[in-house]
């Protein structure tokens, strides 16, 4: 049982390219999440899922877009990096409606944007 | 809107000793679930602590223990015996019980130093 898996853990990128971070869970949980962590800023909500097929924007969604590919994966895509989203991203998972809707987070991608 | 609000950006504590970290929120509603994570160096972030909001018996944890305060909106964490591998940043996190998502809200987290 690995949890929440993220690859990859590093990417440097310029300016204009554009890449995907992966997201996997194996804990059979229906909702996901996309946070970006910037220092001072706490951790913000770019994208979520409820479920497969379905996708909705948090607080900082401009720029990202993300597929739920099935229920285990979530992927975050950028299309033209730009140094503003030099950051520290994470995945969770959640099972929604929950008790306590305990959400279990990925180790993070570092990604820096020249 | 609910914000979650935490402001000691830093702190410092002997080893051993004991030490309280702030936080407070601003919610209208009356049920919701607050929590404490814990990010190390490491970055992964760990579920240190929670509390229901209707609970009046404040959550315990070993070391770990909250004082919730709901009319005053306070969800403080105390760590006892402070230890080196306490070091990290802690969030404090909000989430509603009344809607229909299940978005969790974060303060901007307060760095926890261990001094040996």
């Known amino acids: 049982n690995a949890g929440v898996t993220q690859t990859p853990k590093f990417q440097v990128l310029k300016t204009g390219q554009s890449m995907t971070l992966q997201c996997a869970q194996d804990m059979n949980h229906n909702s996901m999440y996309w946070y970006r962590q910037d220092p001072g800023m706490g951790l913000r909500l770019i994208y979520y899922?409820?479920?497969?097929?379905?996708?909705d924007k948090g607080e900082v969604p401009n720029g990202y877009n993300v597929s739920r590919l099935n229920k285990r994966e979530f992927s975050l895509r950028l299309e033209s990096a730009a140094p503003s989203q030099t950051s520290v991203y994470f995945c969770?998972?959640?099972?929604?409606?929950?008790?306590?809707?305990?959400?279990?987070f990925g180790p993070g991608t570092r990604l820096t944007v020249l | 809107a609910q914000t979650v609000t935490q402001s000691q950006p830093e702190m410092s504590v002997q080893e051993a000793e004991t030490v309280t970290l702030s936080c407070t929120y601003d919610?209208?509603?009356?049920?919701?679930?607050l929590f404490w994570y814990k990010q190390p160096p490491s970055r992964q972030m760990i579920l240190v602590i929670r509390?229901?909001?209707?609970?009046?018996q404040n959550a315990t944890e070993n070391r770990f223990s909250v004082n919730f305060q709901k009319a005053a909106k306070s969800f403080s964490l105390k760590i006892s015996d402070s230890q080196l591998g306490d070091a990290a940043m802690y969030f404090c996190?909000?989430?509603?019980?009344?809607?229909?998502?299940?978005?969790?809200?974060f303060g901007k987290g307060t760095r926890l130093h261990i001094l040996p």
């Open positions: 899922s409820a479920s497969e097929g379905t996708t």
């Open positions: 969770a998972s959640s099972v929604p409606r929950d008790y306590y809707n305990e959400q279990f």
């Open positions: 919610t209208s509603e009356s049920d919701y679930y």
């Open positions: 509390q229901e909001a209707y609970k009046q």
């Open positions: 996190a909000y989430r509603s019980a009344m809607n229909r998502d299940d978005k969790i809200i």
